[in-house]
């Protein structure tokens, strides 16, 4: 699975799960307070009975002609009575403030209105500790509930998002079979005009279109250097990275070299501050991509006459131009792929997409500054 | 000396404390009970049925005091059947204070809390 795929994936299955988890919770929550009541309800029907033995008690003592009377008491049911005005009379426990309320954290509560007002009773309010078992009872099954829930979801979100992405799957393998075939068809044709623009030049043939040959040379490297970036995004996902101790020093020399033609074209002056035998453990080829899409940016962009500066330490590469500059709103998003801060060069906008890939694989740092018109500095420091 | 006259001023006024409640209980056995007594009317049951018609201390008085002030069937606590079989009282002569006090320790007499007990098994 690409990486973008599995990027897709994964947010769809966080928006998909977190919603299905917040939908389920809301309805487990109503389900449980309904079912909670119901079972209070139940319980306080078991109240209410209690509550009309205590009422049919208090009749007879009532109407006992003995000299002390016995307060009615049921098994694990407080009760109290209270006179028309609520005011507590007599009871067999500290009754609570509110004759209204209905349960507390750990009882259930019953107001009966009496009448006649047997004993001066006006009320009897009855009391018996709440039965949690069934409520606990209750909570695991909705928790079971919720966990088989959310496991049958995820599979179900897990197929219905590889679902939704099979479109895009299908659309990026046949834009990577493109790209791949055009790639492919473009390599021969370029291979042959550098090489027989190289054989020109050995041979010395050719001399009164020494410009017009230096263009074509250009051109055709230009057109190399997009077919390596091509081939480098096609197959970043499945590379096969080969780390080795590359001189960057050497590097650096060599890509100048390559790039020669088009700062001859420029007429650009260069300046370098290249410590010697600097060696960095890094893909040879991913190298080459770095270096070379920073010096190609720096040249394109670059005004003629203008001034390209490299530094390179035993910690960091330095490339300034004298440019076009970027806008401070294209810094932050210039990394990102297709995406072109300025258009009046050819290119893709995949260059420093790739620079950027290359320095979070090896977990370098890149810092880039410009000011439009005056120029741009990147820098990649690979030890700190 | 001094504790004699103290012993001596607590003992008078102990005595004269007690000789207020006895005054008190007095009036009430004088003023209603004895007379209740005399024509067997039975005041614990009389008690209930106020108790059991008006529930508060402050509506029973309130109702006690309404019928000795002026007796009448309406304001009985009787049913009027009663009154076939028995005459109607007289009303009181007792001015208000004394007959609301009579009337307060008639209450506190038979208050049904001071009969109230819960048993306790263990």
Known sequence: MLHSERRSLIRFLVIYLTSTFLLFSIASWVYYTSSKHHLLDKQRELLKYEAQQIQSQLRIL??????????????????????LDKHYIFGTYTPPISLEKRHDKKRLFHLVRIEPYYLGAAYLLVSRPIDFAPIEQLQKHILLFMALAGILFSILGYFLGKLFIEPMRNAMKQMNRFIQDTTHELNTPISTILANIEMIET???????????????????????????????NLNHDYHRTVVSVNMCELIEERLNYFSAMIEAKKL???????????????????????????????KYNRIHGNLFL????????????????????????????????????????????????????GFE????????????????WKK | MEKIILIGFYLLNSSLSAQEVHTVENTLEKDCLSCHREQQIPSSLLYKRYLMT???????????????????KENSIMPSQFFLKFPMKKRSLLDNATLHKDIQNYLKEFDIRKKLLIFNSQ
Request: contains cysteine; proline residues 2%; glycine residues 4%.
């Open chain 2, 54 to 72: 008006y529930s508060t201390k402050a509506r029973m008085e309130e109702a006690m005091f309404d019928y000795l002030k002026d007796p009448k």
């Open chain 1, 311 to 362: 530094e390179i330490t035993q910690n960091m590469f330095l490339l300034r131009d004298t440019g076009i500059g970027i806008a401070p709103k294209d810094l932050t998003t210039v990394l990102q792929r297709f995406k072109r801060a300025n258009s009046s060069e050819g290119g893709f906008g995949i260059g420093l997409d790739i620079v950027d890939q290359i320095v979070r694989y090896y």
């Open chain 1, 366 to 381: 890149f810092q880039m500054t410009s000011k439009e018109n005056e120029g741009t500095e990147v820098i990649v420091i």
């Open chain 1, 62 to 83: 009532h109407r006992s002609e003995a000299k002390k009377l016995i307060y009615p008491k049921i098994k694990q049911v407080d009760s109290a009575i209270y006179d």
């Open chain 1, 269 to 299: 002056e260069i300046d370098t501050d290249i410590h010697t035998d600097i060696t960095l453990s890094i893909d040879r080829n991913d190298a080459i991509r770095l270096i070379d899409n920073l010096l190609s940016n720096a040249i």
């Open chain 1, 203 to 233: 041979f010395g043939k050719c001399k009164e279109s020494r410009a017009e040959l230096d263009r074509i040379s250009i051109a055709s490297r230009t057109l190399s250097r997009i077919y390596e970036d091509l081939t480098y995004l």
